[in-house]
Nanobody, 127 residues
Framework: QVQLVESGGGSVQTGDSLTLSCSAG????????MAWFRQAPEKEREFVAG????????NYIDSVKGRFTISRDNPKSMMYLQMTSLRPEDTAVYYC????????????????????WGQGTQVAISS
């Protein structure tokens, strides 16, 4: 089974940039629609950005549009989230998720659609 591992989190200041990476450990993710979620303290986990397994379709929540960019490299079994102009409200644990079941390339915002999850990486933005 594919295991997802996030990296790239850290503590930065408002306006800084970070790039998160999600590795599948060399196992193929070519057919998996994938996404980034985040969970802030005392809040529910929320969808941040998603990308279809073909890479043709991407989707973002409104609060990160224009600041975050999701991408993937299927041959390297990697997914990325480039985050710029970071704000204190972006502080959260960020999770990588994969839908290993759906064949159709699409982006789904519902967490229940994803059956593989990483352990999360902490992102902290100070003002």
């Amino acid at each position: 089974q594919v295991q997802l591992v996030e990296s790239g989190g850290g503590s930065v200041q408002t306006g800084d940039s970070l790039t998160l990476s999600c590795s599948a450990g060399g196992r193929s993710i070519s057919g998996y629609n994938m996404a980034w979620f985040r969970q802030a303290p005392e809040k529910e986990r929320e969808f941040v950005a998603g990308i279809s397994w073909t890479g043709d379709t991407v989707n973002y929540i409104d609060s990160v549009k224009g600041r975050f960019t999701i991408s993937r490299d299927n041959p390297k079994s990697m997914m990325y989230l480039q985050m710029t102009s970071l704000r204190p409200e972006d502080t959260a644990v960020y999770y990588c998720a994969a839908d290993a079941t759906t064949v159709v390339p699409k982006v789904t915002r519902a967490a229940a659609a994803y059956d593989l999850w990483g352990q999360g990486t902490q992102v902290a933005i100070s003002s």
